[in-house]
C-alpha cells in the first residue's frame, strides 16, 4: 500500500466509512477502489474524496502538513508499484524520491533503486520530444532556481538529452553532488566549456559558475539530462 492509499484508508477509518462507500457517495461505483487501491487516482476522483474525507489534498498527497491548501495542477496524479498495469495512453517513468537535484549549495546524491513512477501522457512526451526510457524524475532543493524551481519541487529530466543549448536548464554532476542550473556554453579556456547560471537574483549567494574543461576533468564533471517538466501546486487565496 503505497503512502497516497494508506492516507486515504486512515481518513475512511476516521470516518467509519468503507471504500465502496465513500465511491458511492462520490458518485461511482462500488467497484472504483479497485483502482484506488493500486494508486489509479484522478485529479477529479481525488478532489472528491478530500471534501467527503474533510482532508487536504496537499496532505493526502504528501502527508506533510506544509502542503495544506494546495491545488493539483497535474492532469493524472498516480503511483505506480511493480507489477501494476500501466493505464493506456501512459508511460510510467521512474521517480526517484530519494534523489534530490541542488537548486542552491548542493546536495550530496547516493541513487538508489525505487518502486515509485509517476504516469505520464504518451502524446506529452512526444511533443515534449522526450525519450520515455531515458527520463528520470527527481526533487528539487535549494532555491537558486526560484521561482522557476521550488524547494521540494519534483522535476523531470530527459538523461539522454546532454548537448548543451545556451539558455536551457539541465541537471549536471559535479563529483556526487548534482545541481540544476541553466547552462551555457563557454569556450573561454578551451572548447567544451560551459557557464552554469541561477535564476534566483541574489548573486552573492548564488554568482555563476564556470567549468573549463581542465575543471571539468579534475571535478568530475558530466551533464546528467535536460529539464522537461515539473510538478506544481499553489495554495488557494481564502
Given at each position: 500500500?503505497?503512502d497516497?492509499?494508506?492516507?486515504?484508508?486512515?481518513?475512511?477509518?476516521?470516518?467509519?466509512?468503507?471504500?465502496?462507500?465513500?465511491?458511492?457517495?462520490?458518485?461511482?461505483?462500488?467497484?472504483?477502489?479497485?483502482?484506488?487501491?493500486?494508486?489509479q487516482?484522478?485529479?477529479?476522483?481525488?478532489?472528491?474524496l478530500?471534501?467527503?474525507l474533510?482532508?487536504?489534498?496537499?496532505w493526502?498527497?504528501?502527508?506533510?502538513?506544509?502542503?495544506?491548501?494546495?491545488?493539483?495542477?497535474?492532469?493524472?496524479?498516480?503511483?505506480?508499484?511493480?507489477?501494476?498495469?500501466?493505464?493506456?495512453?501512459?508511460?510510467?517513468?521512474?521517480?526517484?524520491?530519494?534523489?534530490?537535484?541542488?537548486?542552491?549549495?548542493?546536495y550530496?546524491?547516493?541513487?538508489?533503486?525505487?518502486?515509485?513512477?509517476?504516469?505520464?501522457?504518451?502524446?506529452?512526451l512526444?511533443?515534449?520530444?522526450?525519450?520515455?526510457?531515458?527520463?528520470?524524475?527527481?526533487?528539487?532543493?535549494g532555491?537558486?532556481?526560484?521561482?522557476?524551481?521550488?524547494?521540494?519541487?519534483?522535476?523531470?529530466?530527459?538523461?539522454?538529452?546532454?548537448?548543451?543549448?545556451?539558455g536551457?536548464?539541465?541537471?549536471?554532476?559535479?563529483?556526487?553532488?548534482m545541481?540544476?542550473?541553466?547552462?551555457?556554453?563557454?569556450?573561454?579556456?578551451?572548447?567544451?566549456?560551459?557557464?552554469?547560471?541561477?535564476?534566483?537574483?541574489?548573486?552573492?549567494?548564488?554568482?555563476?559558475?564556470?567549468?573549463?574543461?581542465?575543471?571539468i576533468?579534475?571535478?568530475?564533471?558530466?551533464?546528467?539530462?535536460?529539464?522537461?517538466?515539473?510538478?506544481?501546486?499553489?495554495?488557494?487565496?481564502?
Open positions: 500500500m503505497n497516497l492509499v494508506s492516507r486515504i484508508d486512515s481518513s475512511l477509518k476516521e470516518k467509519k466509512m468503507s471504500w465502496s462507500a465513500a465511491a458511492i457517495a462520490i458518485g461511482l461505483s462500488a467497484q472504483a477502489p479497485t483502482k484506488w487501491k493500486k494508486g487516482i484522478g485529479k477529479e476522483t481525488l478532489e472528491d478530500a471534501n467527503l474533510e482532508k487536504d489534498i496537499g493526502l498527497l504528501t502527508g506533510d502538513e506544509s502542503k495544506r491548501n494546495a491545488e493539483i495542477t497535474n492532469k493524472q496524479v498516480s503511483l505506480w508499484s511493480d507489477g501494476d498495469d500501466v493505464p493506456l495512453g501512459y508511460v510510467a517513468i521512474d521517480f526517484y524520491n530519494e534523489v534530490s537535484v541542488s537548486a542552491g549549495y548542493g550530496m546524491n547516493q541513487e538508489q533503486q525505487s518502486p515509485l513512477k509517476l504516469w505520464f501522457r504518451e502524446d506529452t512526444k511533443d515534449c520530444n522526450v525519450n520515455p526510457a531515458t527520463a528520470k524524475v527527481i526533487n528539487v532543493r532555491d537558486s532556481m526560484f521561482p522557476e524551481l521550488v524547494d521540494g519541487q519534483a522535476i523531470s529530466v530527459d538523461t539522454s538529452a546532454t548537448r548543451i543549448y545556451d536551457e536548464i539541465y541537471a549536471f554532476l559535479v563529483g556526487d553532488d545541481k540544476v542550473k541553466f547552462l551555457f556554453n563557454w569556450n573561454n579556456e578551451g572548447m567544451g566549456g560551459f557557464k552554469a547560471v541561477s535564476r534566483n537574483d541574489d548573486k552573492v549567494r548564488y554568482p555563476d559558475e564556470y567549468y573549463s574543461p581542465e575543471r576533468k579534475n571535478e568530475n564533471v558530466s551533464i546528467y539530462g535536460q529539464y522537461w517538466w515539473k510538478s506544481e501546486t499553489r495554495k488557494i487565496r481564502r
